[in-house]
């Protein structure tokens, strides 16, 4: 009898009758939504500036980050380099991701620095994602560049912070020399990012292609703009079902890789295709993806994004090459397939007064 009548009685006053307070069984629907800031641009470097290099994911060379130090000093910059930046070293890493992190919010919170450069790629982001001081970012929104294994940090600052970062090459690939393609990829840095470089103001401009190197091709025709986001194709894929996951709605996506096979490759591409992803880009950059067979490769391409109905643009020139172009990570671009061109609609970089 009593399990008659209590199998009867509302969910409510079951709560109830359990000594419980009752709980709303479903959101209000009047509740106010949680609105995302509006995305920053940090400020352009000017002659003068602090660059801070700090090493968040594999181990520094000191030889080559000597020469970075030298050349951008010619430059008219100063250099910050941590004591331990070359010493660290645990296994492939450059030091425990205690140190790493620390170092990497240290630059950031250091009001004397413009900008942080991670000194290379390699592996160790993913690993010490949750201990970077996001807010200190939203705060002091400075210049962040790197590729590779940096792609990681790229969406995760697009993700908590709305600031746009730069998929670009590093003080220890690239920009620590300036002979064969390296040269091209040292100036369309350095374009992208100095104030100097704008005299038109807040302008915004086509990427630059190289006279040799890559040469992009138009999979699929037409012209689209939005947000680009991605980078390393590994780095998209690891963190997939994290807080830092890529945001697809309406934006460009950037997809370049090293060392991987077609196979590898195709594994990435099936599962955003699995999470429902590719539909919602509004067109692809496809870079360099030396290591792979080409047919396959081409293959595999063709079979994920050659029937879609938004631009495909591929070998553009960036990635794990000498030519590796800089893009702005979160600004806005639009794409031309057909030209086969990708133009930054706004400069990247605030080009006003400095606090």
């Not at 009685?9 to 800031?37: C, D, F, H, I, Y």
């Not at 968040?56 to 130090?69: F, H, L, Y």
């Not at 940096?150 to 600031?163: D, E, G, M, P, S």
């Not at 090459?169 to 040269?183: A, I």
Request: include cysteine; glycine fraction near 10%; charge should be positive.
């Amino acid at each position: 009898m009593i399990a008659t009548v209590i199998r009867s009685l509302p969910v409510l006053a079951l709560v109830a009758l359990a000594g419980s307070p009752a709980l709303p069984l479903a959101p209000q629907k009047n509740a106010p939504a949680t609105e995302r800031p509006e995305w920053l641009r940090p400020a352009a470097l000017r002659a003068g500036d602090t660059i801070a290099f700090v090493a968040p994911a594999g181990p520094a060379d000191a030889e080559k980050v000597a020469k970075a130090k030298e050349r951008f000093e010619k430059m008219g910059f100063k250099v910050k380099v941590p004591p331990t930046l070359t010493t660290r070293r645990d296994r492939y890493l450059a030091g425990s991701d205690e140190d790493r992190a620390a170092e990497f919010n240290t630059a950031i919170k250091d009001k004397t620095v413009r900008a942080v450069f991670a000194i290379k790629g390699g592996y160790g982001l993913t690993r010490i994602l949750d201990r970077i001081d996001y807010p200190a970012i939203r705060e002091n929104p400075k210049i962040i560049a790197g590729f590779s294994d940096l792609t990681a940090l790229h969406l995760a600052v697009a993700k908590k912070c709305r600031l746009v970062t730069f998929h670009a090459p590093m003080p220890q690939y690239g920009l620590y020399r300036d002979d064969d393609g390296f040269g091209y990829s040292s100036e369309v840095f350095w374009r992208t990012v100095r104030a100097d470089k704008y005299p038109k103001g807040d302008s915004g401009f086509t990427v630059p292609l190289p006279p040799t190197g890559p040469k992009p091709q138009g999979l699929v025709t037409g012209k689209a703009k939005g947000r680009l986001v991605g980078g390393n194709m590994t780095l998209v894929g690891a963190t997939m079902g994290t807080p830092y996951e890529i945001e697809a709605d309406g934006n460009i996506l950037l997809l370049e890789d090293t060392g991987e096979k077609a196979y590898r490759i195709d594994r990435v591409f099936s599962q955003l295709q699995l999470a429902g992803l590719l539909d919602k880009f509004a067109g692809f950059v496809l870079g360099t993806f030396d290591g792979a067979d080409e047919k396959e490769l081409d293959t595999v391409i063709r079979e994920y994004l050659g029937h879609r109905k938004v631009p495909v643009i591929t070998n553009y020139p960036v990635g794990h090459t000498p030519f590796n172009a800089t893009l702005p990570h979160g600004e806005v671009v639009e794409i031309d397939a057909d030209a086969r061109t990708l133009r930054v609609l706004e400069a990247p970089v605030a080009l006003g007064a400095r606090p």
